[in-house]
């Protein structure tokens, strides 16, 4: 049946197919199997390279990609770990994960949740005087996909089904996450050379980055949430630690 995307926030006033449920739903039959529409197809691209230990050493790796397809994560959050079984994709009333039907099929057809086109870590170690040693690592991921859905009325399901309005198409990202992470440490020889203490420093999150992982809700009928960021990263994180190497 025609549904006009006309509610709540970004509304588009576009018009787009939703299935009814035309059975009672206590006559329901439920099936256990690999249904169809269900595949993912990655294309990646990865570059790396290494400087060998001197007194520095250094790693580069970038990786371009593309997460296309249609899993049961795909009706996810964008924070949710991506899953490649069916986990009721396309089923009613086994709760609020799996009660659209055929309404899961509905623009869900296109990037993954997992999705980051861009992928880029450096990482770098420094041997100073003294027995000091230094190092950072720092990362680039861009923000995974995640798109606008509203929960559309009387089409005979027990709970009005959640349908994307829109496709999975990368046009909505959270946050680019970019992170540096550093370490100093300090090596002290115990009882001969083959036997030392190492004590270091490592500072996480360096610059104290705010991004942030989610959003709040990505339902237009909920426009107080909607697309409100959620999920930031832990905070600059400072952590003392020891070892003894022989």
């Not at 520095?56 to 970038?62: D, F, P």
Request: glycine share 10%; with cysteine; proline share 7%.
């Amino acid at each position: 049946m025609p549904y006009v995307d006309s509610v709540g926030v970004g509304a588009t006033n576009q018009t787009l197919n939703v299935y009814r449920l035309l059975t009672p739903f206590s006559q329901s039959v439920f099936q256990m199997t690999n249904i169809d529409g269900l595949y993912s197809r990655y294309n990646g691209l990865t570059i790396t390279g290494t400087k060998r230990m001197t007194n520095w050493q250094g790693t580069l790796s970038m990786v371009f990609s593309k997460s296309e397809g249609r899993e049961a994560s795909s009706t996810q959050s964008p924070s949710a770990a991506q899953g490649g079984t069916s986990l009721g994709f396309g089923r009613i009333g086994c709760g609020s994960r799996c009660q659209g039907g055929q309404n899961d099929f509905v623009n869900t057809d296109g990037l993954l949740i997992g999705d980051r086109p861009v992928v880029a870590k450096a990482q770098i170690v420094y041997r100073l005087p003294w027995n000091f040693l230094v190092s950072g690592n720092l990362q680039h991921q861009t923000g995974r996909p995640w798109a606008r859905q509203v929960r559309v009325p009387r089409l005979g399901f027990p709970a009005n089904p959640t349908i994307y309005m829109e496709p999975l198409d990368g046009s909505r990202r959270v946050p680019n996450l970019d992170l540096i992470d550093a370490r100093i440490q300090k090596t002290i020889p115990l009882n001969g050379p083959k036997m030392n203490l190492d004590l270091f420093i490592d500072a996480l999150n360096l610059t104290n980055g705010d991004t942030t992982e989610g959003v709040l809700s990505r339902r237009g009928d909920q426009p107080a949430t909607f697309g409100v960021p959620s999920r930031y990263v832990y905070p600059r994180r400072l952590q003392l630690g020891a070892r003894i190497k022989f």
